[in-house]
């Protein structure tokens, strides 16, 4: 089945740790994006990736960071210095030529203690 | 500032009633303009909108898009407890055509 997967589910952090959440997606698309949802708040871009060894900081890229070595995989860097991490994360993907339709994966709940 | 607002932000209703969402952006530039359904974790695509006054329709949802008042409706009839969602409205602007700006979404309740 082509589809885009997101792990871990659920993620429990330290304060002062980094941790790194994964994305991968078999539909052979060109771009990827990574979105934070907060209760009540809409989806807020943070990264994307447009092509392999291509990415652009979105809205809200402070105290994130990704890489994008192979075209299936987006993995997104949650840092010490992202102030307020306790959120809902989405990856997304979508074709180059008609990227505004994007598909989610399930996403991962990242909790700060 | 590039907005997209929705409203109401929640909303709830009975089986069988017929609610109407509203989604309005702020631009200039504009190339599209999605409704996705988001149940419980991943948002799913229901409709894209690019031209004024056409509708688009899938069973009982619809959706149709007033470029001179910016702003798009999301129709649902008969509406079913499976019907319960977020509706995420987002707009394409076309400039940098692979960014998304999500509006914060309606919540729907749909009660037996």
């Known amino acids: 089945d082509g589809g885009i997967t997101q792990s871990p589910k659920y993620l429990f952090r330290k304060e002062g740790q980094n941790v790194t959440l994964s994305c991968e997606q078999n539909?052979?698309?060109?771009?990827m994006y990574w979105y934070r949802q907060d209760p009540g708040q809409g989806l807020r871009l943070i990264y994307y990736?447009?092509?392999?060894?291509?990415?652009q900081k979105g809205d809200i890229a402070e105290g994130y960071s990704v890489s994008r070595e192979k075209k299936e995989s987006f993995p997104l860097t949650v840092t010490s210095a992202q102030k307020n991490p306790t959120a809902f994360y989405l990856c997304?993907?979508?074709?180059?030529?008609?990227?505004?339709?994007?598909?989610f994966g399930p996403g991962t709940r990242l909790t700060v203690l | 500032e590039d907005k997209v607002v929705q409203s109401p932000l929640s909303l709830v209703v009975h089986e069988g009633d017929t609610v109407t969402l509203n989604c309005s952006y702020e631009?200039?530039?504009?190339?599209?303009l999605l409704w996705y359904k988001q149940e419980k974790k991943a948002p799913t695509f229901l409709f894209m909108l690019?031209?004024?006054?056409i509708e688009k329709k899938s069973g009982r949802l619809s959706s149709i898009l007033d470029k001179k008042e910016l702003s798009s409706i999301l129709n649902i009839t008969a509406t079913q407890t499976g019907d319960s969602a977020i509706y995420l409205c987002?707009?394409?602007?076309?400039?940098?055509?692979?960014?998304?700006?999500f509006g914060k979404g309606t919540l729907l309740t749909v009660n037996p």
């Open positions: 997304a993907s979508s074709r180059w030529t008609d990227s505004y339709e994007q598909f």
């Open positions: 539909l052979n698309h060109d771009a």
């Open positions: 990736s447009q092509i392999v060894n291509d990415f």
């Open positions: 631009v200039t530039n504009f190339r599209s």
């Open positions: 690019t031209s004024s006054g």
């Open positions: 987002a707009r394409n602007s076309g400039g940098s055509n692979y960014k998304l700006t």
